[in-house]
């Protein structure tokens, strides 16, 4: 099938590092930006671009289902993203209706547990009966667990999760005082899943853009200037590589003893 994923192909050589020794990030996070530039270089539409990006969406879930990372969540449409022109979400809603008819199948396939994450009630009735069906479809495979997040604001998310907290204190399962960082967490998106170990920008810009706040508190953040589209399996190597140079400390100091730290 034209642009599925291509497991059964050999390991595309390494770019210019051997990242097979490195330690690898169990959750790698990336907010795809850079679509429409990568379109309007071309003088296209800005719909070609996000096109486009599909290509790279599949080389990143490839990638990571043959790395073995646990989990890759993508910032596909963001709570802000309704404030573009109407012909261009409308653009995006199609095609994220045709990649779900298109995909899901192939994903379960590949041992996938799909997962929308965000506001899924504000979508048209047909689009979001295809995503609870590929998510309940998927939901006991457990070979990556890949998260999209679509009408998703990390604003919302901490908002909801408080609700949801709130909720529960009212219905007696939950003391208010036993409220803190470790039970709040269990109702964010994600909940479920090993922290973002790597977070990735891609196209150049380097803010979060209201994606997840709560769960990259200690994330290493990595921007890159490639535009979504041309964002492949060479580029997220580099990632990969760079990840593997941070020193994460969460506020500690370096495991090796002795060692002097500024
Ligand atoms: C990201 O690319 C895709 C979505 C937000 C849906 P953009 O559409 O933001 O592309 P640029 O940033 O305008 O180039
Ligand atoms: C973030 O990109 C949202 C997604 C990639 C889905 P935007 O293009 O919407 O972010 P801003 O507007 O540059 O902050
Ligand atoms: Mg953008």
Redesign the pocket.
């Known amino acids: 099938m034209e642009g599925s994923l291509t497991l059964s192909e050999p390991a595309p050589a390494p770019a210019e590092v051997d990242i097979s020794t490195l330690s690898f990030p169990r959750h790698v996070a990336i907010?795809?930006?850079g679509n429409g530039r990568w379109a309007r270089a071309r003088h296209r539409p800005r719909r070609f671009g996000h096109h486009a990006g599909q290509k790279a969406v599949r080389a990143a879930i490839e990638f990571c289902l043959r790395h073995g990372v646990r989990a890759l969540t993508l910032?596909?449409?963001?709570s802000?993203?309704w404030r573009r022109p109407k012909d261009e979400v409308g653009a995006l809603m199609e095609l994220f209706l045709k990649a779900l008819d298109r995909e899901v199948d192939e994903l379960h396939g590949h041992g996938v547990r799909i997962a929308f994450i965000g506001d899924l009630s504000a979508f048209a009735p047909a689009l979001r009966e295809r995503m609870l069906a590929a998510m309940e479809k998927t939901r006991r495979n457990d070979r990556l667990a890949l998260n999209v997040a679509v009408n998703y604001g990390g604003r919302w998310d901490i908002a909801h999760a408080a609700k949801q907290a709130a909720l529960a204190v009212q219905r007696g399962e939950l003391a208010a005082e036993a409220i803190d960082e470790h039970t709040l967490a269990r109702y964010f998106c994600l909940a479920d899943l090993p922290p973002v170990d790597l977070f990735i920008r891609t196209g150049g810009?380097q803010?979060i853009?209201n994606f997840l706040l709560w769960q990259t508190a200690y994330s290493e953040l990595c921007f890159s200037d490639v535009l979504w589209p041309d964002f492949d399996a060479a580029c997220l190597q580099r990632a990969i590589a760079e990840f593997a140079r941070r020193e994460r400390r969460y506020g500690g100091l370096a495991a090796t003893p002795g060692e002097a730290r500024r």
């Open positions: 907010v795809m930006d910032f596909a449409f963001s802000e993203n810009e803010r853009s």
